[in-house]
């Protein structure tokens, strides 16, 4: 059996330090390097001199990480990565910076990756980059005259072609893809909008079973969405400190109805429209305010960058005019809570809910959608409100769809959720639980290594 070599801007498997497993993707992937005795490479998330891999090994899963100079950090990841690709690839152009500086940056980033992760790689292993941090990193490892099979996935939407052609070096970007053997995407739309690049701006050619054909190169690219590790997810939503929140949450909402958001704070979240939208509906429907309330959970992210510090200001203040405007002496209509929390008191909070409102206005997949429907109770769920522009929506198809730009879309879905029927919302959530536990994030895992080891 090959090695499974785990490459990622971050690294999050078990350590020392952090025993148990963050999130979904640390998950899957620490179940998989366990199993394959492989190796997980990133950065330390340090500031310093790069000097050599540091390695630990806990629980059957070894981690290696280097630091990162600060110059390296400023135009790598907290420029290239969060400055320019980021808000590019979520259709924000006016949010883009072009800094010829941060593009030098993030190439000579992933040449060091190259050069330090490089002579620890075995002929066998299978190698799998993760994310718009390390799209060159294939090619540098190729460069290096590596024959290794390959694979990347993409987390975060592929572009329209015409927004990625404002990139200046948009070529160079896509042909570095072209050193990986298979190329995945969370959906079938941004896999499409890929072909047309290809197509349009390569001349490349469509084969079977995914094949794309460029120059004499032909790689797989396919669509492979990311899954939530669902059994996991169904057990917190019992586990004691679940039931304890949900408790909490019954005990003080004397009665009423909670609407929940649960996101990073980011712009591509759709935060301040998903506000407007709620504040829509406490404006358009006075008898109906006293019956609900919502709590929105945002922890906050990237805080080196202006856009998102901005973000954060307009937050604080849109959260104070709706509480200020509508708020009783003995209710507020909305709790805004930055900070993270365990899971399983997410999961309690998501059961608490009778609406999951997830509206961002470009998601790569969205996992906050599929975990907050794992964590229903099947007598009982509550309603899923998804933006129509979130990954998930190709596969939860019976979600309340919404325009997330559209107030209107938002106030009228809040209200259609709350007078919606037991049987409805039951019809609803069963084949979306259906589809989260089929393609969980095991089989995510699964279907990429099973492509990528393909020849
Ligand atoms: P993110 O943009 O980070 O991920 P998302 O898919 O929603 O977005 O995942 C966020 C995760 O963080 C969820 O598991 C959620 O539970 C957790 N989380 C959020 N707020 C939290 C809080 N306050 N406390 C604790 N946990 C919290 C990127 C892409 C997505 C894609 C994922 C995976 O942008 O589109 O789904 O990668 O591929």
Not at 52 to 63: H, I, M, N, R, W
Not at 198 to 219: C, F, K, P, Y
Not at 226 to 250: N, V, Y
Not at 251 to 266: F, M, P, T
Request: hydrophobic share 40%; proline share 5%.
């Amino acid at each position: 059996m090959s090695r499974l070599i785990v490459i990622s801007n971050r690294v999050s498997a078990p350590t020392e330090k952090q025993p148990a497993a963050q999130g979904g993707l640390a998950v899957a992937l620490t179940a998989a390097l366990r199993e394959a005795k492989g190796v997980w490479f990133g950065w330390s998330g340090e500031t310093g001199e790069t000097g050599e891999l540091k390695f630990e090994t806990y629980d059957g899963v070894t981690s290696a990480t280097i630091d990162l100079p600060e110059q390296d950090v400023d135009e790598y990841y907290n420029g290239y990565a969060n400055r320019t690709l980021w808000p590019l690839f979520h259709y924000r152009l006016g949010l883009t910076e072009f800094e010829r500086d941060f593009q030098g940056g993030y190439e000579r980033v992933n040449r060091v990756f190259g050069a330090v992760i490089g002579p620890h790689i075995e002929p066998d292993d299978l190698i799998w980059v993760h994310d718009y941090h390390m799209i060159p990193l294939g090619w540098v490892l190729r460069q290096q005259g590596l024959t290794n099979r390959l694979g990347f996935f993409l987390h975060i939407p592929w572009p329209p072609t015409r927004l990625l052609t404002a990139l200046p070096e948009h070529r160079r970007l896509v042909e570095a893809l072209f050193a990986y053997d298979v190329v995945g995407f969370q959906t079938q739309e941004w896999l499409n909008t890929f072909h047309d690049y290809v197509t349009n701006e390569m001349g490349g050619t469509l084969g079977d079973d995914g094949a794309i054909t460029v120059g004499g190169r032909t790689i797989r690219a396919i669509a492979c969405p990311i899954g939530i590790d669902a059994q996991e997810f169904i057990a917190s939503a019992s586990s004691d400190q679940a039931k304890e929140t949900h408790h909490r949450m019954i005990e003080s909402s004397i009665g009423r109805s909670l609407i929940v958001g649960v996101d990073r704070l980011d712009y591509s979240k759709g935060l301040e429209e998903r506000f407007n939208g709620y504040q829509r509906y406490l404006e358009t429907r006075p008898d109906a305010q006293s019956n609900v309330y919502m709590l929105q959970i945002a922890p906050p992210s990237r805080d080196a960058v202006q856009s998102y510090r901005d973000i954060r200001t307009t937050l604080d203040a849109l959260s104070g005019r709706i509480n200020g405007a509508f708020a009783h002496i003995d209710w507020v209509p909305l709790r805004y809570v930055n900070q993270g929390f365990p899971r399983d008191v997410l999961a309690g909070v998501y059961r608490s809910a009778r609406i999951g409102l997830v509206t961002p206005l470009r998601d790569g997949m969205n996992l906050v959608a599929k975990e907050y429907v794992a964590a229903q109770d099947p007598e009982d769920p509550g309603v899923l409100i998804l933006s129509r522009f979130a990954g998930a929506s190709e596969q939860l198809e019976s979600a309340l769809m919404v325009n997330p730009y559209s107030p209107d879309d938002i106030a009228d879905a809040i209200a259609t959720a709350l007078a919606m029927s037991r049987e409805e919302r039951i019809a609803r959530w069963r084949p979306m639980l259906e589809n989260i536990v089929e393609q969980d994030v095991i089989w995510w895992r699964k279907r990429f290594t099973t492509a990528l080891m393909q020849e």
